[in-house]
């Protein structure tokens, strides 16, 4: 008996070490910048930031402070809940999800 006590307290030790190490990992690589490798393979900015421009809403690649393109909606004609977002800025990360955006505003 005491063997298999032993044996799963060894186990059990490995599953937590292992846990917590692949849980480390994890937070690690989120907080990892992007490499430059794989930023200079796409063909356009890494994301895009929708937000309210001049009433309307723009679209602005980055970090960038002028957008890329504005689309001519009236941001007051929106919903309360549409209003805050794009107030606060809705980051996008791919030339499709960003047409799905514009088409949910647009109809």
């Given at each position: 008996?005491?063997?298999?006590?032993?044996?799963?307290?060894?186990?059990?030790?490995?599953?937590?070490?292992?846990?917590?190490?692949?849980?480390?990992?994890?937070l690690y690589n989120r907080?990892?910048?992007v490499s430059t490798?794989?930023?200079?393979?796409?063909?356009?900015p890494a994301y895009y930031i929708v937000k309210e421009y001049n009433g309307n809403i723009g679209i602005f690649p980055e970090d960038s402070t002028q957008p890329k393109r504005t689309v001519h909606i009236n941001v007051a004609d929106l919903p309360d809940e549409d209003r805050y977002l794009l107030e606060c800025g809705i980051?996008?990360?791919?030339?499709?999800?960003?047409?799905?955006?514009?088409?949910?505003?647009?109809?």
């Open positions: 008996m005491k063997t298999f006590r032993k044996a799963f307290l060894l186990f059990s030790v490995s599953v937590f070490v292992l846990s917590a190490a692949s849980f480390s990992s994890a907080n990892r910048p490798t794989a930023a200079a393979s796409s063909t356009g980051l996008v990360r791919s030339e499709t999800e960003l047409r799905e955006l514009i088409e949910d505003y647009t109809g």
